[in-house]
């Protein structure tokens, strides 16, 4: 079952998969996310990208985009820790997030016909001069979250996005 706001039809059952996977995923932080916006297409407000593979029948990515200091909270979150920059373990915890999410999401697919056999070792890309392009006729849904814990600071959003692209092989 598809829902049509305006002309993009977007699938509930990847939405619904996508929200409750990121919220079980923080929830080991003590965050709650709390969904926002949705969209066909990828969000990548941010300078914080960590891209996980999905293969199997089906395959494709998962992408959670943020900015530096949301992924700094969010790592430190995780860890129990406080970081202000990224480093090497503030990053380590950024790939650990999108790892829990995307285990979580495999799981939940794991029944549907959105079904995939493995997922790849996270990366993360940061910086803001980049694209990522997708094969047409992928199906693409991308969740924006906003973290209620995060203490804001003039100029920040305290948000991220989810995005998880897949594809029938």
């Known amino acids: 079952m598809t829902t ?19 919220r079980d995923g923080l929830m080991m932080a003590g965050l ?14 941010g300078n914080v990208s960590s891209i996980i593979g999905f293969v ?18 969010m790592a430190g979150r995780m860890v129990g820790e406080t970081f202000t920059v990224l480093d090497n373990q503030s990053l ?15 799981a939940g697919l794991s029944t549907t016909s959105f079904h995939f056999d493995r997922i790849s070792v996270p990366s993360v890309v940061v910086g803001n001069n980049f694209s990522i392009s997708h094969y047409r006729g ?26 998880l692209s897949l594809m029938k092989i």
Do not use: H, Y
Request: hydrophobic share 40%.
């Open 92 to 106: 380590d915890g950024v790939c650990e997030i999108a790892n829990i999410v995307a285990g979580g999401i495999k």
């Open 32 to 45: 709650k996310p709390e969904p926002i916006g949705l969209s066909r297409l990828l969000r990548s407000d």
């Open 4 to 22: 049509q706001p305006g002309l993009l039809k977007i699938d509930d059952l990847l939405v619904q998969v996508i929200v409750k996977c990121t």
């Open 56 to 73: 199997g029948p089906i395959s494709g990515s998962l992408i959670i985009n943020t900015t530096d200091s949301v992924a700094c909270f």
């Open 138 to 163: 992928m199906t693409s849904v991308s969740v924006d979250f906003s973290l209620p814990e995060m203490p804001m600071k003039m100029g920040e959003s305290g948000t991220f996005s989810v995005n």
